[in-house]
């Protein structure tokens, strides 16, 4: 299925996918020499939308590289979009499940995220490795993109 454009991932201009990787260096140098780096971990939060810390700039490296980092960030974050239907959410769904995207762990991360602010369960993409607390069979959870907006729908109902 096809989503609307509101719904697809928007790309980074390449001039801040540059600052992007020179702040990740940048910041990575500093805290390594021992020295402050409040400011550029600022400006590339700034940058990002989010909210990394001085750990993250000393331990990506040990199970990512540069060029994964700037390419998982390479995608704007999404937005909040009124009037998702249901077709739309299971294709976010699928989208987001491991497999999908055609392996691009950022598009699938993508999804994932838009599928968090796009409903009201907390931390719905979670729902895609780990049921719902209280679920029985947890051991052999394995759901499909079906039910996984039951469980989402159901929430909602019961929020309203």
């Keep these: 299925m096809d989503l609307r454009e509101e719904l697809q991932p928007r790309h980074r201009a ?3 996918l540059v600052r992007i990787r020179e702040l990740l260096f940048l910041v990575e140098d500093l805290l390594e020499q021992g020295q402050a780096a409040d400011d550029e971990i600022a400006e590339f939060n700034l940058l990002v939308a ?6 993250f700039f000393l331990t ?3 199970s990512r590289s540069a060029d994964d ?3 998982e960030l390479s995608l704007l974050p999404p937005s909040r979009v009124a009037g998702i239907t249901r077709d739309e959410l299971l294709e976010i769904v699928r989208r987001a499940m491991p497999g ?5 762990l950022e598009y699938r991360a993508y999804y994932a995220r838009l599928l968090d602010v796009n409903v009201s369960y907390p931390d719905a993409s979670n729902l895609i ?3 719902p607390e209280g679920w029985d069979g947890a051991a052999g959870w394995d759901p499909s993109p079906e039910e996984i907006v039951q469980i989402l729908e159901g929430y909602s109902a019961h929020e309203g």
Excluded: E
């Design 14 to 16: 390449p001039s801040d």
């Design 60 to 62: 990506y490296n040990a």
């Design 129 to 131: 490795y780990y049921p």
């Design 50 to 55: 989010g909210r990394y810390d001085a750990r």
């Design 100 to 104: 999908a995207a055609g392996g691009r």
């Design 69 to 71: 980092v700037v390419r």
